[in-house]
């Protein structure tokens, strides 16, 4: 076996090859692109020569790009090492605190030759997978960033026009943000007239138009505090520039959506993740992206649960025991599992029962909810198993046995 430490930057690769009994054979700075990976091919070939049945691992601090799926269709065994645990390695070979890439590259490649069977290898999810996590994170992504814009936005209007904040409710609406670009000051905004704020209302599918148009005016003509004129002008300003960049992040959002869902909709297991109880198209997909489609990826349902977040864990010394949250986790795919969670209150009589019976416990909402996401984690992971839908009967068949006992 030939174990390979690789340390990557942006434009550079530091590699170092390493035999079974640790003995450093050959080390490298190679650059990002065809030319490295062709020279990194060239120093395995040179220290395997004619070997076939030689087998390759790599330890490397990511698992995605285009270089580790260069390194997996040459047929290398790739873990992907968390960054925290290469920390925790590292300090077992100097607690000195030196650190260099070149040593970096080393201790990847003696973590890979000595805990291997501890790592992850890196997943061999399908083309499919890999491009409905693309779309679903950016997706996600440009969620987050409009949620960050509208309340940079909410700030900058207390400061200077509240009479905004009291006048329109959700400021990302379309309608919302067509009249603040028209008028991002409280005199401009004075000045709008029913008939301008009520077209802005109409093209926004608004109801009883004629009554939101009179109240909107009524507020942005009633005397409230301002700031000096020059001051507000320059607030004014950065409020346009705020409104064009919601503008631009809803419609990017809402193309998304429907690219999400089409990307979604031609995987093979779209039909079974669909079917949990919670998932719509948008949930459904997350949770794909994130899990991955790899059938070898998870031994076992708590191998799932483990990666998802939702199990606890149990830290135990002598005397003393605490079970708690995990919080080192895949925070995109906590936060679609608990929304599923959610969800499946209103759609699963099971989900309910068994929400019901943590906080009948005295388990906290959160706390439950968790909990809640931990067993559809399960359930996903035996329907995914089994390649069967979800069933309501099957999912909840051994909370019905323990009802009846």
């Not at 309608?175 to 005199?187: H, I, T, W």
């Not at 009948?360 to 706390?367: P, Q, T, V």
Request: proline content about 4%; overall charge positive; hydrophobic content about 45%.
């Amino acid at each position: 076996m030939l174990f390979v430490g690789d340390d990557w930057a942006q434009d550079h690769h530091d590699v170092e090859l390493m035999d079974a009994t640790g003995r450093r054979l050959s080390k490298a700075r190679l650059p990002e692109g065809v030319a490295g990976i062709e020279r990194l091919h060239a120093m395995i070939g040179a220290e395997l020569g004619e070997d076939s049945k030689a087998e390759v691992v790599i330890g490397i601090e990511t698992d995605r790009g285009p270089w580790v799926q260069a390194l997996i269709a040459a047929g290398y065994t790739v873990y992907a090492v968390n960054p925290l645990q290469a920390s925790r390695y590292r300090e077992r070979l100097a607690v000195s605190g030196a650190k260099s890439d070149a040593a970096d590259a080393h201790m990847l490649a003696d973590m890979v030759r000595t805990d291997s069977h501890q790592l992850r290898p890196v997943s061999g999810d399908t083309a499919d997978a890999e491009a409905v996590k693309v779309v679903t994170r950016i997706h996600k992504t440009l969620i987050w960033e409009r949620t960050r814009t509208m309340q940079r936005l909410r700030h900058a209007l207390l400061d200077y026009f509240p009479a905004a904040l009291e006048a329109f409710e959700d400021l990302d609406a379309p309608d919302v943000l067509e009249l603040l670009a028209k008028a991002p000051d409280p005199v401009t905004a004075a000045k709008l007239t029913t008939t301008q704020i009520s077209a802005a209302l109409k093209r926004a599918r608004r109801r009883n138009i004629a009554d939101k148009a009179t109240k909107i005016q009524a507020v942005l003509r009633a005397k409230h505090l301002g700031q000096p004129a020059a001051v507000t002008a320059a607030y004014a300003d950065s409020v346009r520039a705020l409104v064009a960049l919601l503008v631009t992040l809803n419609e990017q959002v809402k193309f998304l959506h429907r690219q999400v869902e089409d990307f979604f909709g031609r995987h093979p297991d779209a039909e079974i993740i669909r079917s949990q109880p919670g998932l719509g198209p948008i949930l459904s997909a997350r949770a794909l992206a994130e899990f991955g489609d790899d059938p070898h990826r998870y031994a076992s349902a708590k191998a799932r649960k483990n990666y998802a977040g939702t199990s606890p864990i149990t830290r135990a010394s002598g005397r003393k025991k605490v079970v708690t949250a995990r919080y080192v986790r895949n925070d995109r795919l906590i936060d679609a599992l608990i929304a599923q969670a959610f969800s499946a209150l209103r759609v699963s009589t099971g989900a309910r029962t068994y929400y019901e019976r943590q906080r009948a416990r005295g388990i906290e909402f959160n706390a439950a909810l968790r909990q809640l996401a931990n067993r559809l984690v399960g359930i996903l992971h035996g329907c995914l198993k089994a390649g069967t839908p979800y069933d309501e009967a099957t999912a909840w068949s051994q909370q019905a046995h323990a009802l009846a006992a």
